[in-house]
């Protein structure tokens, strides 16, 4: 495996366990705060990495999406990081939408365009990603319908 493709699988690896971990955060709202909040801090702490591989791929000057696609679910990251856990904002209930609008931009377009990476590498890879990002998306319905999405 050359280091391109290290960087792919890389990037394939951390958006599904990004999926998977918001998947669990959006349960854990609804069934078990503790695991909401671990899953929620994993989230957050995979934004190291994948500033790394987006390092990597400016180093290597590959196409403009590889950098700047991963790098807007960083700056989400980052914001969460911020509003979340260092500045304690609480923007949901009751909704603040001055937060609450870039919050959701931030996280549903940075892991859509980080997903469409995927189907760069691979059919396969795509679908994979597709099947967590769905995932996600019906477990951010079900905390919604209990109203802690």
Known sequence: MDYL???DFSIFIII???NIFASLMFIGRVKN??????SGKLFIFLGVP???????????????WYWIFPGIL????????MVDYIKKVEFRNPRN???LIPFLLLYYIGLILT??????IGVIYGIITMISYFMQLGASIYAGKHGVG
């Open 16 to 18: 599904n366990l990004a």
């Open 115 to 120: 997903w469409g990476i995927t189907w760069a």
């Open 33 to 38: 705060q503790s695991m909401a909040d671990i």
């Open 5 to 7: 493709q290290l960087l």
């Open 74 to 81: 960083i700056s989400f990251m980052v914001f969460s990081l």
């Open 97 to 99: 939408y001055r937060i």
């Open 50 to 64: 994948l500033f790394l591989i987006v390092l990597g791929n400016l180093f290597l000057l590959r196409e403009w």
